[in-house]
C-alpha cells in the first residue's frame, strides 16, 4: 500500500511511535555502525543537564552540527528516547546532540529556554572534541523543542553570550529546523500551560513569533497536515512573518501524517511515510557551507 492511501487515526499513530522507545524491537535493530555514542556529559549542575553526542564514524573533522530539542509539552521528554534521531542524521555525517532539560513542573518559563542555551553554549565550546565545527551549528526540535530552537533563534537573548553564567557569544546559527513547532499559541487553553508560561500580561514575550527580525537564520518548518496537538498553522504564520522581512523560511506540510509521527519518520522503518529526513538532510547540506 502506497503512503498516499493511508490514513493514519491517533491511536494508531500512538501505537507506532511506541514502537521506537527504548529497548524496542525497531530501535534495537537501527544500524548504528557507523556512529559512536557519547552519552552523559554534562553541560550543567543538575541531573537534567545532560546531553549525549552522535558522532559519525570513523571521526570526522569540521562536521556540521545539529542539536536536537525533544518535545512533550515542556513537562515530559527524555533523551534516550532519541536515539532514531541521532543515528539518522550521525550515518550521513552530521554530529548530533541530544540534550535534556528541565520540566514543569520544576521550573516555569523561561528556564527551559536557559537550559538550552546552555546546552548550545556547551556545544560550541566543545563540539570540536567530537568532530564538529563550532560555527556550522544548526537548531532542530519537535513540537515544544522546536519551540525552544526557535526562541533561541529569533530572540537575541538567549545566545547572546550576556547572562550572568559569561557564555561566549555564539557564530550566527546556520539554520532551524522545526518539526510541529508552537510559534503562535495564544491565548493559552489550559491551566498547565499557563502555569507554565506565567500572567497575561507577559505573555507576548513568550511567543517565537514576536521576536521576528531581518537577524532570524533560515528556518525550515515542517508540519503534518492532520495535526490536531499543534496546528499547522503554528508554521504558516511564522514562515509568511520570516518571509515578510527578507528572511528564508521553507515550510513543507505532509500530508497523511499528524503530530508523532511527524518526528518518528525520521527512523529507518517510517521514512516511507513522509520525507522529513531528506528534506531535513537536503536544508542542512544548503545551509552548511561555511560563510
Same mark, same amino acid.
Given at each position: 500500500m502506497?503512503?498516499?492511501?493511508l490514513?493514519?487515526t491517533?491511536p494508531?499513530?500512538?501505537?507506532?511511535?511506541?514502537l521506537l522507545?527504548?529497548?524496542s524491537?525497531?530501535t534495537?535493530?537501527?544500524p548504528?555502525a557507523?556512529?559512536r555514542l557519547?552519552?552523559?556529559?554534562?553541560?550543567g549542575?543538575?541531573?537534567?543537564?545532560?546531553?549525549?553526542?552522535?558522532?559519525?564514524f570513523?571521526?570526522?573533522?569540521g562536521?556540521p552540527v545539529?542539536?536536537?530539542?525533544y518535545?512533550g509539552g515542556?513537562e515530559?521528554g527524555d533523551?534516550?528516547?532519541?536515539?532514531?534521531?541521532?543515528?539518522a542524521? &550521525?550515518?550521513?555525517?552530521? @554530529?548530533?546532540?541530544?540534550p535534556?532539560? =528541565? *520540566?514543569?513542573? /520544576?521550573? #516555569?518559563?523561561?528556564s527551559?529556554?536557559?537550559?538550552?542555551?546552555?546546552?548550545?553554549?556547551w556545544v560550541q565550546a566543545?563540539?570540536?572534541?567530537?568532530?564538529?565545527d563550532p560555527k556550522?551549528?544548526?537548531l532542530m526540535g519537535?513540537?515544544?523543542?522546536?519551540?525552544?530552537?526557535?526562541?533561541l533563534?529569533?530572540?537575541a537573548?538567549?545566545l547572546?553570550?550576556?547572562?550572568?553564567?559569561?557564555l561566549i557569544?555564539?557564530p550566527?546559527l546556520?539554520g532551524v529546523?522545526?518539526?510541529a513547532g508552537?510559534?503562535d499559541f495564544?491565548?493559552?487553553?489550559?491551566?498547565?500551560?499557563?502555569a507554565?508560561f506565567?500572567?497575561?500580561?507577559?505573555?507576548w514575550?513568550?511567543q517565537?513569533?514576536?521576536f521576528?527580525s531581518?537577524?532570524?537564520p533560515?528556518?525550515?518548518?515542517?508540519?503534518? &497536515?492532520l495535526?490536531r496537538? @499543534?496546528?499547522?498553522?503554528?508554521?504558516s =504564520? *511564522?514562515?509568511? /512573518?520570516? #518571509?515578510s522581512?527578507g528572511?528564508?523560511a521553507?515550510?513543507?506540510v505532509?500530508?497523511?501524517?499528524?503530530?508523532?509521527?511527524l518526528?518518528?519518520?525520521l527512523?529507518?522503518?517510517l521514512r516511507f511515510l513522509a520525507p522529513v529526513l531528506?528534506?531535513?538532510l537536503d536544508f542542512?547540506?544548503?545551509?552548511?557551507?561555511?560563510a
Amino acid at each position: 500500500m502506497s503512503a498516499c492511501a493511508l490514513r493514519i487515526t491517533q491511536p494508531a499513530e500512538a501505537r507506532i511511535v511506541a514502537l521506537l522507545s527504548p529497548g524496542s524491537l525497531i530501535t534495537a535493530l537501527a544500524p548504528r555502525a557507523r556512529t559512536r555514542l557519547t552519552t552523559g556529559l554534562g553541560y550543567g549542575p543538575g541531573p537534567r543537564h545532560q546531553l549525549d553526542i552522535y558522532s559519525p564514524f570513523p571521526r570526522p573533522e569540521g562536521a556540521p552540527v545539529v542539536v536536537f530539542f525533544y518535545g512533550g509539552g515542556w513537562e515530559d521528554g527524555d533523551r534516550d528516547f532519541y536515539k532514531f534521531v541521532g543515528t539518522a542524521l &550521525a550515518e550521513r555525517g552530521i @554530529v548530533t546532540v541530544v540534550p535534556d532539560y =528541565r *520540566l514543569f513542573p /520544576e521550573v #516555569r518559563f523561561p528556564s527551559f529556554l536557559e537550559d538550552a542555551a546552555d546546552a548550545v553554549a556547551w556545544v560550541q565550546a566543545e563540539i570540536d572534541a567530537f568532530g564538529g565545527d563550532p560555527k556550522r551549528v544548526l537548531l532542530m526540535g519537535h513540537s515544544a523543542g522546536a519551540y525552544i530552537a526557535a526562541m533561541l533563534a529569533l530572540d537575541a537573548t538567549w545566545l547572546s553570550g550576556t547572562r550572568a553564567a559569561g557564555l561566549i557569544p555564539l557564530p550566527r546559527l546556520r539554520g532551524v529546523i522545526g518539526l510541529a513547532g508552537p510559534y503562535d499559541f495564544l491565548p493559552l487553553h489550559t491551566e498547565v500551560l499557563r502555569a507554565i508560561f506565567g500572567p497575561p500580561e507577559t505573555l507576548w514575550q513568550t511567543q517565537p513569533i514576536h521576536f521576528v527580525s531581518p537577524a532570524a537564520p533560515p528556518m525550515l518548518l515542517l508540519h503534518g &497536515a492532520l495535526d490536531r496537538t @499543534v496546528l499547522p498553522r503554528n508554521s504558516s =504564520r *511564522l514562515a509568511a /512573518e520570516l #518571509r515578510s522581512v527578507g528572511c528564508i523560511a521553507e515550510e513543507k506540510v505532509y500530508p497523511i501524517i499528524g503530530h508523532k509521527l511527524l518526528v518518528a519518520a525520521l527512523a529507518f522503518p517510517l521514512r516511507f511515510l513522509a520525507p522529513v529526513l531528506r528534506d531535513s538532510l537536503d536544508f542542512i547540506r544548503h545551509m552548511e557551507t561555511p560563510a
